[in-house]
């Protein structure tokens, strides 16, 4: 496996701190609303890396947090807190927005076969340790008080530029949009861990803490987060570029001032969906989601697949031209697999030597176009059909394109009652054979071959589809 760690701007071989174990960290959703299609590209690619871990016989630990409080309208320690926002938005209370929105980015990341983590924990959850945190940070003279609020003293750190990609100049009050003077802080990129009611008076969410009464800064949920469940040492944290800086930094910054040792060895950025007039944001208005997509007719696995033409180092530009195409493609692939004979035996062999090539090809950097490639590759080869179905089954648990289901996801747009029927009428034939009564078995088919079903037997099930 070899990765592009944005810590030392170079793909490097992966070396987990474990042999054969890998504890790996995504950051999560704001939920104050829904994820637009540009949010899900990071996971649909996050999702990819795990899976791609586990195919290459990594144990994998994932974690990810859920983010309902602390996070500000600004990155720059300004503004109103999202989840408040989202609460008067839709005159609800903050935790059943937290609920709502939890639930619906869950249910779009089962629609895009985005596994969910091994661990989920709101942020909620663990405010005991934020504070604890904060104390120590405090003592060890990282973190100081000042108008009431907490902040990190990044003057401490030998470097707080970690990622490179920012300097001094760029920070400059005026030079940046989203760089606002606090006249609290002593150093103007310093940034803060714990917010007091002096600062948002109708903050929803408060805790009492040594410092009064308040919330944490945004930045400290990751690191706690990520030490509870996966301890001190972390070898992959993921996220879009976006949040690259400032909240990786910060993250880096607090978590080994605490530790005393380097934290996390590889970090995985993925680049941005644009649309045609730039970065996708949920600021403009009618943002693009998944129900969107839906509602348009557009199976999600369809954007699932436009995601995986691209490599994630490089922004994708979206448009519902670019979405028809995959879609087509998309189409015409799962035909092709579905329209393999079903006739021979399995060739163990190969199976395993093209798992080879699909660890190699996709391991290099998760180079999912080229694991598309090795699909067509499988189609083209001279193995049987029943060998190519399994190659490209496997090749499926990375790639999540639900690719041996070909009818039956086309069947998005039949009537449920009609489904409901079909699904009924196979129980029964199944049923029939099974008592070995053929001749009833035959006759189903033909009712509803009679009707414009056509049914198949294959290695995974009877599929169906209109004639």
Known sequence: MKIYNTLTRNVEEFVPNVEGKVNMYTCGPTVYHFAHIGNLRSYIMEDVLEKTLRYAGYDVKRVMNITDVGHLSSDADTGEDKMLKGAKRENKTVMEIAKFYTDAFFSDCAKLNIKTPDVVEPATNCIDRFIEMI???????????????????????????????????ELLVGVRDDVTEDENKKNKNDFVLWFTKSKFEDQALKWDSPWGVGYPGWHI????????????????HCGGID???PHHTNEIAQSEAYLGHKWCNYWFHVHHLNDQSGKMSKSKGEFLTVSLLESKGYDPLAYR??????HYRKPLIFSFEALDQATGTYKKLKKRIADLPA?????????SAYKQ????????????????????????????GVTKR???DSYDQVLGLDLLNAQ????????????????????????????????????????????????????????????
Do not use: P
């Not at 021979?344 to 190969?350: H, L, M, S, Y």
């Open 135 to 169: 104390q120590v940070l405090l003592e060890k003279g990282y973190a100081y008080q000042a108008g009431e609020n907490i902040y990190f003293d990044t003057s401490k750190l030998d470097e707080y530029y970690v990622f490179g990609n920012q300097s001094e100049e």
């Open 221 to 236: 949920e990751c690191s706690c987060i990520g030490m509870k469940h996966l301890g001190e040492y972390m070898d992959i």
């Open 243 to 245: 949040n690259m800086f």
């Open 305 to 310: 697949f436009f995601c995986l033409q691209s």
């Open 343 to 351: 006739e021979g035996a399995v060739d163990e062999a190969a199976v």
């Open 357 to 384: 090539q699909f660890v190699e090809a996709v391991g290099n950097d998760v180079n999912t176009s080229m694991g598309l490639t090795l699909v067509y590759d499988v189609l083209k080869s001279d193995l049987n």
């Open 390 to 392: 399994a190659v490209i």
């Open 408 to 467: 039956v996801q086309e069947q998005s747009g039949v009537d449920a009652e009609l489904e409901a029927y079909v699904l009924g009428k196979i129980e029964e034939r199944k049923a029939a054979k099974k008592e070995k009564n053929f001749a009833l078995a035959d006759a189903i088919r033909n009712e509803l071959l009679e009707q414009g079903i056509v049914l198949e037997d294959t290695r995974e099930g009877v599929k169906w589809k209109k004639a």
